[in-house]
């Protein structure tokens, strides 16, 4: 909701960083704390930046929302008791109230009040312009916050645009802001990114910290829905070309592997901070989220990916069902997601280069497939190539949440997952902050 910045969210966000982060901060009794007071030096900043990509985890993110609804969206995904507040995003109906929309709503801006805070506070303090730590975790709070907005901008289209905190001072008024044009949220991420970029590529060893190269990664993913096929191209391959990556021969190591050789960009989870998902999606637990029979039979069968991506067992009465394979770490739910890995950047380099260097575009999407034990005899358009990587990217890519968005990029949703009206490639703005907002107007087909 828009009231993001009101005393009780900044407590909660405020609890998250003071539980995670030990004892190296001064735990000030919470009433006595706020945004302004509390970014007094580096240890209280690392403090606000971790809580930060905590809130990501929240099960209203990638702790399992923002899983989820992407890969409802893109067929891949059914529910035990098909509730139908995840059927309306298979369906592409909708509804105005649906919960989830609201909660990935409400969690992503939370996200981002949590940052623009690091960004507005932190070069206050009286070291910053002398301490280079300092100075990181304020672009990293800008790599975190276009992230979030960039799922917000693909989801939702027009957005508002929100780039300094909101604080138990700020009036119902001022929160109270419209839309802006999503030419406008993209300009604001490439910039967030761009500043990104200036981080050292081992800033941290930690694959849960964002460094250059994975805002590199995440701005050539950028360019690519913007279309600006050169700059993607160009980022793409100097991530490849670092060595800091490998893709892994073992495709099942990714995901059993936490922080892997192939994970530029990893969110940790941890017995601290489980990952909801997982417990809702495995076999051996709490069984709520399927795999769907047409995910499956997207697979050739030799294909090696599909067997890990899509687990088949058998339930206690005997029935044989698919599973999403990919998370598996249940006793503790400590699987990690990754966000970005180096096989997607081969297939945005792909595509990038697809329609200036047919040749570039097709050993850099050979890569990806004959890890997957598939060949490449390809002979023909660009077209076709771009639609090879586009089959590429969904199974590599799948219940990584990007199906959706990339067949709505690309308008190839309207063929591939048949939907009825173009109108719902974007989500609808949730009733509750219409409500709430006067200023906000929802998507046309809503």
């Not at 298979?90 to 996200?111: G, K, M």
């Not at 800033?203 to 805002?215: E, F, M, Q």
Request: net charge negative; proline share 4%; charged share 20%.
């Amino acid at each position: 909701m828009k009231n993001i910045g009101n005393t009780s969210t900044w407590m909660i966000l405020l609890m998250i960083i003071l539980s995670s982060c030990g004892d190296f901060i001064d735990r000030s009794p919470l009433d006595q704390l706020n945004q302004e007071t509390f970014f007094t030096d580096e240890a209280t900043t690392q403090a606000a930046v971790i809580g930060a990509y905590r809130t990501l985890t929240s099960s209203n993110l990638y702790g399992q929302a923002f899983i989820v609804v992407p890969e409802f969206a893109a067929g891949h995904m059914r529910h035990i008791s098909n509730f139908p507040e995840y059927l309306e995003y298979q369906n592409f109906n909708i509804r105005i109230d649906n919960p989830w929309a609201l909660n990935i709503w409400t969690a992503s801006y939370e996200t981002v009040n949590a940052c623009n805070n690091i960004i507005a506070y932190a070069p206050n303090i009286e070291e910053y312009a002398n301490n280079e730590n300092l100075q990181n975790m304020v672009k990293e709070a800008h790599f975190i916050r276009a992230l979030v907005y960039f799922n917000l901008v693909r989801a939702w289209g027009d957005v508002p645009l929100i780039t300094e905190p909101t604080t138990p001072r700020t009036t119902s008024e001022d929160i109270k802001v419209p839309r802006d044009l999503s030419s406008m949220v993209y300009d604001q991420i490439v910039s967030d990114l761009e500043m990104a970029t200036d981080l050292p590529d081992n800033y941290v060893s930690s694959k849960g910290r964002a460094n250059g190269l994975s805002a590199k990664s995440l701005l050539a993913k950028v360019h690519l829905y913007l279309g600006n096929m050169q700059d993607a191209a160009n980022l793409a391959d100097e991530v490849i070309q670092s060595g800091q990556f490998q893709l892994l021969q073992n495709y099942s190591h990714i995901w059993t592997i936490e922080n892997s050789e192939e994970s530029i960009f990893e969110l940790q989870f941890d017995e601290q901070v489980p990952n909801t998902f997982v417990q809702n999606a495995n076999p051996s637990s709490r069984q709520e989220f399927f795999a769907s029979d047409a995910a499956r039979e997207l697979f050739d069968e030799e294909d090696t990916r599909r067997d890990f991506t899509i687990r088949e067992a058998e339930d206690n009465s005997g029935n044989i069902n698919f599973y999403v394979g990919k998370y598996r770490t249940f006793n503790p739910p400590t699987q990690n997601v990754p966000i970005i890995r180096l096989a997607e950047v081969y297939l945005i380099y792909a595509e990038a280069v697809a329609s200036d260097n047919l040749q570039e575009g097709i050993n850099a999407v050979s890569a990806i497939r004959t890890r997957a034990g598939l060949e490449t005899d390809f002979v023909g358009s660009q077209g076709e190539l771009i639609a090879l990587i586009q089959q590429e990217r969904r199974k590599e890519l799948m219940f990584e949440f990007e199906t959706w968005f990339d067949h709505c990029r690309t308008g190839a949703a309207a063929d591939i997952l048949e939907v009825p009206d173009p109108n719902r490639y974007l989500f609808p703005i949730p009733q509750l902050e219409l409500d709430l907002n006067d200023k906000l107007i929802q998507n046309p087909g809503y």
